[in-house]
Every structure is written in C-alpha cells, then in structure tokens.
C-alpha cells in the first residue's frame, strides 16, 4: 500500500516510514470535527412547461 | 532609505536597482503545489532580509471540504495559540481556537472547487514569538463563513520554512505559493 506524499519545494516523495508513522499518529489523535458541507449546487431552471391544448 | 525623486531624463543601474525593482512588497519565493500532495513545505522563505511576509495560495484546490492547517519548519510541534473570528452567511458569528496545539488549525479553509490561502507572518526567521495574521474563507453554501486568524507560536525558534497541511487525509492539488517580503528601509 502507498503512502501518501509530500511536497518539499519541488521535489514531490512519498512519506518515509517515519513521516507516515508520525501522519497516522497525528490522524489518529485529532478530535477537531470535520467541517460540514452544505449542498452548494444551485437549484436547475425550471422545464419549460409544455404547452396545452 | 528615503523615497528617491527622479529629476534627470537617465536612470543609472543603480537608481534603478535601489529605487525601482526594490518595492515595498518584495518576491522571495514560490512553489508550484503538484497533485494530490498531502502537505506542502515552502523551503528558503525566511531570512534576515525581512522581519514580516505575506503568503499567498492561489488557483489550487483541496480534495474535500476542510480546514487547512499551517506550521512552523517542516514537522508539527507545541505552544500554537490563535483564535478566528468569523461570521457565516446568517450572520451568525463563527468562532475557533487553538490552544496550545501542534499546529495552527483554523487559518482557513477550502474545498473540490476553490483553496486560497492569504496571511502574514511577523518574525519567523528572528530568535523570537512567530505570529500571525490569516484571512479565514470557509467555502461551504448555506455555511460558508469568513473572518480573520489571529495566532503565534510560543517560541524563540528562527525558521527558515512553513509548511500547508489541510486537515485528515484531505490533500492540495495545484496553484502556487509565493511568499513576499514586506521591505525594510
């Protein structure tokens, strides 16, 4: 399995064994709620009735 | 050094060197962010040359809805203080702090479509406290939110980088970092 990556400047790795030891212990102490998102999708235009005889 | 005032037709390379490409706000450094990067360290972008910068992020966006965090050097660390200050599109107002955490956590936020980040830092490269001051935008619809940061680190720690890590597992695609010094006379 892949560990995630970093950026470093320019040069883009993979965490080390020790930078992902330290990530997964940080993800698994962190209490701060994630935000909620909200549906941000605008409602659609309404279909052209059709018309009636 | 005093604002020059030009009365000859020449400019010499030097007038120009001193007076016209020196501004005010002055380019230090950028980074391009790549894809899907779970953090971002902006190496070189503190020096004696100046005691305050302005950090921005621009055109680039976060895997998900999220905070995004920000810390001294490379690695997390201790004695981050700051409180937000934000009011929602209700008009409700929106508060946050960090009290003594590893990072600062309630700069500002982003999501799938839009991720900036605009904030000074005051004397990150000197023996000194680090503070600083973030613009706090929370795209969210209906709770979306916007305000101000407001933060230091209780240390005297001289860094020479800072580091963009968005919340969780959440990762930054795209857009720049460029960092400005505020010029000294």
């Known amino acids: 399995m892949s560990k995630p990556v970093i ?18 212990e940080r993800l ?26 | 050094m005093a604002v020059k005032t030009f ?25 391009n962010v790549g894809t899907g990067v779970s953090s971002v360290t902006v190496p070189n972008a503190f020096s004696a040359t100046y005691d305050a910068y302005k950090i921005i992020w621009t055109g680039g966006t976060i895997s998900s809805l999220a905070l995004i965090f ?3 050097g ?7 203080y700051g409180a937000r200050s934000s009011g929602n599109v209700a008009g409700s107002f929106v508060g946050g702090g960090d009290n003594n955490t590893a990072y600062w956590q309630f700069m500002t936020a982003g999501n ?23 613009i706090y935008s929370e795209p969210n619809g209906a709770s979306s939110a916007y305000g101000t940061y407001g933060g230091y680190v209780n240390n005297t720690t ?3 980088s800072f580091t963009l890590d968005p919340q969780s597992t959440t990762t930054m695609t795209g857009g720049t970092i460029t960092v400005y010094g505020y010029r000294k006379a």
């Open chain 2, 70 to 72: 920000c810390y001294m």
């Open chain 2, 7 to 31: 009365g000859s037709e020449r400019l010499t390379s030097t007038d120009i060197n001193t007076y016209l490409t020196n501004s005010g706000l002055v380019y230090v450094t950028s980074v």
């Open chain 1, 28 to 53: 698994a102490n962190d209490t701060l709620p994630a935000l909620i998102p909200e549906s941000s999708v605008e409602e659609s235009a309404p279909e052209t009735p059709e018309p009636t005889e």
């Open chain 2, 112 to 134: 799938t479509n839009t991720a900036f980040m605009e904030f000074d830092l005051f004397n990150p490269y000197l023996a000194t406290v680090t503070s600083v001051r973030s």
């Open chain 2, 74 to 80: 490379s690695s997390t660390g201790t004695a981050y």
């Open chain 2, 158 to 160: 001289s860094y020479t």
């Open chain 1, 7 to 24: 950026q470093i400047g320019d040069e883009i790795r993979e965490m080390t064994d020790e930078e992902y030891a330290a990530y997964q």
